[in-house]
């Protein structure tokens, strides 16, 4: 009976001991579960948080960016306005003209008027005679003297005249070509700028949209992450109520937690990843580089200390502050530049030379070449950049003007 007793209570402590090593082992499985799971979204985390870092940079060069073109829309309209004023002037100019031209008209008309007189008058004391015919008709000496005298006045008058009306003619003509001249170019240079600050205006647009569009992935990264937080939270909840089930059954005793958590810890900690010409003509061209991404036009930027530390240049403005750079000393203005050095032809080209483009008005505007058909220069669409000379734009408005700077 006691051989019994004894096998029968050996039997139940070996199936006990078999039911708590079976969920004990099931307990730490569900722990490994949650701990790789909890890695996982750990390294997820980690992932976002990268992410939501690199929004934040792009964000920060964005709003530099936004700062310096609407830096730009400012500066173009003040030069908008100055070419308006400048064109007001002009326009009082050509009225003023048209009221000194309609009196030279009148001198003219009337000089005309005097002439066919004279010659009605010449008419009527010679005939159709000729100038000798004139003089030896007198019958007497006195009268060969006036005769003589007569036709001597009428003639120098009649030069004086024709003289005046050709100088006055002349006169009219320059006055109004020059006007005509100066009107032109000052109409073409506000369309340009016009252009160009609808250009601004298009990249401001771009440039808000892409600020927004970051502003969503940031605002999608966050959700992101505050969803995985609290993923891992509920998982560390779970994996504390496990451990605490297995410490009850064990007495307080959880076989390779410890070495659990540990390695949770390490696999965490281990997602994350770690950071990963020459002379003075190459001087001018590497210059302006740094500028490439984070500068912007402005129609005559780029000659003072304040345009040349934010990024602010035109095409002669950057030209002229890129040879400045190597330690030479050129123009500023695009008609300036079209007379500097010597000027050379397209095919015996060379980088730090020149090129001219035919926009608003002939060479209206410049870069410096760089080589393999390619020029650095201050684009109204780009601000500095490097650009292709058989671009269609480009290359459609290119006269063939080179320039090398001596």
């Not at 003589?148 to 320059?174: F, G, N, P, R």
């Not at 950071?275 to 001087?283: E, H, L, R």
């Not at 304040?306 to 750079?325: E, K, L, P, T």
Request: aromatic content about 6%; charged content about 30%.
């Amino acid at each position: 009976m006691k051989k019994k007793i004894a096998t029968m209570t050996t039997v139940a402590v070996v199936g006990l001991t078999s039911a708590f090593f079976s969920n004990t082992a099931h307990a730490e499985k569900s722990v490994q579960q949650i701990q790789d799971e909890r890695s996982d979204i750990k390294a997820n985390l980690s992932d976002a948080e990268s992410k939501i870092a690199d929004v934040l940079v792009e964000l920060e060069d964005l709003n530099a960016k936004i700062a310096r073109v609407d830096d730009a829309l400012v500066e173009n309209k003040k030069q908008m306005e100055k070419t308006e004023d400048k064109i007001k002037s002009t326009k009082k100019e050509v009225n003023k003209l048209e009221v000194e031209i309609e009196k030279l008209e009148d001198k003219i008309a009337e000089r005309y008027e005097i002439m066919k007189d004279r010659i009605v008058a010449y008419q009527k004391n010679g005939g159709d005679i000729k100038y000798l015919e004139v003089l030896f008709g007198s019958k007497s000496f006195g009268d060969f003297i006036t005769r003589a005298s007569a036709v001597s006045t009428i003639s120098e008058a009649d030069a004086d005249l024709m003289e005046q009306q050709e100088e006055d003619k002349k006169a009219v003509e320059e006055k109004q070509d020059s006007v005509k001249e100066k009107l032109a170019e000052l109409t073409d240079m506000k369309s340009e700028q016009e252009a160009i600050q609808d250009t601004i205006l298009e990249q401001k647009e771009q440039n808000e949209a892409a600020k927004q569009e970051l502003k969503d992935k940031e605002a999608e990264l966050k959700e992101m992450k505050s969803h995985l937080q609290s993923k891992d939270s509920n998982l560390a909840a779970l994996e504390a109520d496990i451990r605490q089930s297995m410490e009850s059954n064990n007495n307080g005793t959880v076989v390779g937690s410890s070495s659990n958590v540990t390695a949770a810890v390490t696999n965490s900690n281990s997602s994350k990843a770690a950071p990963a010409p020459s002379g003075n003509v190459g001087a001018a061209i590497n210059a302006g580089y740094k500028y490439i991404g984070n500068s912007v036009y402005v129609f005559g930027a780029g000659r003072t200390a304040s345009d040349i530390r934010n990024g602010r240049f035109d095409c002669s403005g950057f030209v002229s502050w890129a040879y400045s750079q190597a330690g030479k000393s050129i123009p500023a203005t695009t008609s300036a530049l079209s007379g500097t050095g010597t000027k050379v032809s397209y095919s015996n080209i060379q980088p730090g030379d020149l090129v001219f483009f035919n926009t608003y008005k002939t060479n209206g505007h410049v870069g410096i070449y760089v080589g393999g058909g390619k020029f650095i220069g201050s684009q109204s669409s780009t601000g500095v950049d490097v650009v292709s000379m058989s671009n269609p734009y480009w290359s459609s408005h290119f006269s063939g003007h080179v320039r090398r700077v001596k």
